[in-house]
Structures are given as C-alpha cells and as structure tokens.
C-alpha cells in the first residue's frame, strides 16, 4: 500500500481520525509542543517501517513529506509560530 492509496480511502481515513482524535484527547494532560514532539518520533518510526516494508517508495515518500510541511506551513504568516 502506498501513501497515495492510503490517502485515498478516504472512509477508513476518517475512521482513523476519529479514533485518532479519542486517543489525543486522553492526553491533553500534554502540552501541544510535547505532543507536536512524540507525534513527530511516532510518524518518523512509521515512515521508515513503511519504507523498510516497501509499502511506500522513497519519491511517494518525499512527496507526501513536501506535502505535509506545505498544509503545516500554510498559515504559517498567522500562527505565530517561528
């Protein structure tokens, strides 16, 4: 499975999220910036697994990367965030 196929199911996607999204909230006891941090560790662990598994390749890789750091900066002017 690639990182485009994954991002085109988009039902099991949004299941993800939601689980995802409960999991967060039992940890709100964590400041953003730590969370922002152990989040970072965990998709990095996740990406290289994915590529030693030759579930991705490195292109799709990069790209879904160029793509992340696009939609994070993408109010970078309004966020106050350096």
Known sequence: M??????????TVEECLDELGELLSRLERYSVS?????LRVHLQAALQVMLM?????????RAFLKELER???EYEGESGCA
């Open 2 to 11: 690639s990182v485009a196929d994954a991002m085109s199911d988009e039902g």
């Open 34 to 38: 730590v969370l922002a941090v152990a």
């Open 53 to 61: 598994g030759e579930l991705c390749t490195l292109p799709e890789l």
């Open 71 to 73: 939609d994070a900066l």
